[in-house]
């Protein structure tokens, strides 16, 4: 993930059953990657045609992300898609290399020449690494998910849990183009990711809090150990956060929300907890 967005603080309900090109059951514990991948795909898609409904000037004004256009965000989503690919394609191999070629400055330096491409050639560049990463996918359907990467010392399923985010959260990143409009989290951001979001990011927090789902009243405690349901006798005297599932994993990925999520202790309307840095570079908790 990059930058940090305007704020200072700076991603599983999506269908299970298997249909269509994506029936090859995971060779690993993981039920729910194949729908991850469905999800992911369906994102791309959307980013795709919100960038087809884009002009080329739009393309250089600001995101939601502090110093970047809405061509740094599209150029990142394409690098870091055919990055993750390569990931996937060395694990099928039994190899390993860093995430991106030439490390943090060649990131950097990628994003920033992709940024400036026309919206016909970041349609392309997004394209691309759409058909790369099905193929990486397809090809770890046969060589296994639990093969080590690189990434967070990590799985090929952890690179297609980091696609996911990588993917559906820069989508709401497009600032005030008129495609961003449909693209916001309350938008697009199913209950599968909000609940992905939450165990991800909870290292973001200070300490435990519950969070209450408006959506159904869904209470859990979410914290830097992870992500467990909230019982009485130890959830008490905690900081309760509540939103919807989209406005709180939103707060918490820093994106905007529909509605800020509320938060009250001892029955007493408090600030939201502050947030730690992004969890990118911290090895996958097991």
């Known amino acids: ?155 090929v399923a952890d690179v297609l849990d980091c696609w996911w985010r990588e993917v559906r959260i820069h989508a709401t990143d497009l600032g005030e183009v008129s495609a961003a409009q449909r693209l916001t989290p309350s938008q697009t951001w199913e209950l599968a990711f909000t609940d992905h979001l939450l165990d991800f990011l909870s290292p973001r927090l200070p300490g435990p809090v519950v969070t209450v789902r408006h959506e159904d009243g869904a209470r859990s405690v979410v914290g830097p150990e992870g992500v467990w349901p909230a019982v009485e006798n130890t959830s008490t005297g905690l900081t309760t956060v509540a939103g919807s599932a989209a406005d709180v994993a939103a707060w918490l990925a820093g994106r905007a929300t529909a509605t800020d999520p509320t938060a009250h202790r001892h029955g007493e309307t408090v600030d939201l907890p502050t947030l730690g840095p992004w969890p990118s570079g911290v090895p996958v908790r097991r």
């Open 1 to 155: 993930m990059t930058g940090t967005t305007q704020d200072t603080t700076a991603p599983h309900a999506v269908d299970p059953a298997r249909t269509g090109p994506l029936d090859a059951p995971p060779a690993t514990g993981r039920e729910d990657l194949p729908a991850v991948r469905r999800d992911a795909a369906t994102a791309l898609r959307a980013l795709i045609e919100a960038a087809q409904d884009l002009d080329d000037d739009s393309l250089g004004s600001p995101s939601s992300l502090d110093g970047w256009t809405v061509g740094h965000v599209l150029s990142h989503v394409a690098m870091v898609g055919e990055a993750l690919a390569r990931q996937a394609e060395l694990a099928a191999q039994g190899e390993t290399a860093e995430v991106y070629e030439g490390g943090a400055e060649g990131r950097a330096a990628g994003i920033e020449a992709g940024a400036h491409r026309t919206r016909d050639e970041h349609v392309a560049a997004l394209t691309a690494a759409g058909t790369r990463l099905e193929a990486a996918w397809s090809l770890t359907d046969s060589t296994g998910w639990d093969a080590p990467v690189t990434y967070r010392e990590g799985t």
